[in-house]
């Protein structure tokens, strides 16, 4: 049985809500102006993003272990994919936010950027010690922390979406 299994699910259940609540937030929240309109969606987007990587990441253990990798090799790989994504997905991020705002993300809200650069960075440190084996013994949780991290930056955001900007 691969570690940490019931955790895994967990975290998964609860990004995939955080997804739908924040859809439906989307759909009934009103603007005043088109900027609050188009911030908005970037907020709903950052949210439904960050749930869904969390939810894949919960789950993709159970790929390579079901195929009957190692549980070490299992949490090397699902840590080097989820690496790579949660970097990707976070450039990603703040191409769009400036493409949108036309400033850097830090000028309209350094809050937000720095709770995004903070959990950004705590979880690739602990995706890729795992992906290099610095961790073996903890490899599990060490996965399953950044997921967590992954799954509390989500929830800020979504408390960010709940919120109206002042």
């Known amino acids: 049985m691969l570690q940490h299994n019931d955790l895994l699910m967990t975290i998964a259940q609860v990004s995939a809500t955080f997804a739908g609540f924040s859809g439906i937030i989307g759909v009934f929240r009103r603007a005043s102006s088109l900027s609050e309109l188009e911030i908005g969606a970037l907020q709903v987007r950052a949210v439904v993003e960050i749930s869904v990587l969390a939810t894949g990441f919960a789950l993709l253990p159970f790929v ?42 830090i000028a309209t809200d350094p809050l937000l950027v720095g709770v995004g650069l903070t959990v950004i960075a705590t979880s690739e440190i602990l995706l890729w010690l795992n992906a290099f084996g610095v961790a073996s013994s903890a490899a599990a949780t060490f996965y399953v922390v950044a997921l967590l991290v992954l799954l509390a930056h989500a929830g800020f955001m979504f408390i960010r979406l709940l919120i109206p900007r002042s």
């Not at 989820?82 to 936010?97: I, P």
């Open 64 to 105: 390579p272990y079901g195929f009957g990798a190692s549980p070490a090799v299992t949490w090397r790989l699902c840590s080097a994919i989820a690496g790579s994504a949660c970097l990707g997905s976070f450039v990603g991020a703040m191409r769009r936010a400036r493409a949108s705002t036309g400033a850097l993300p």
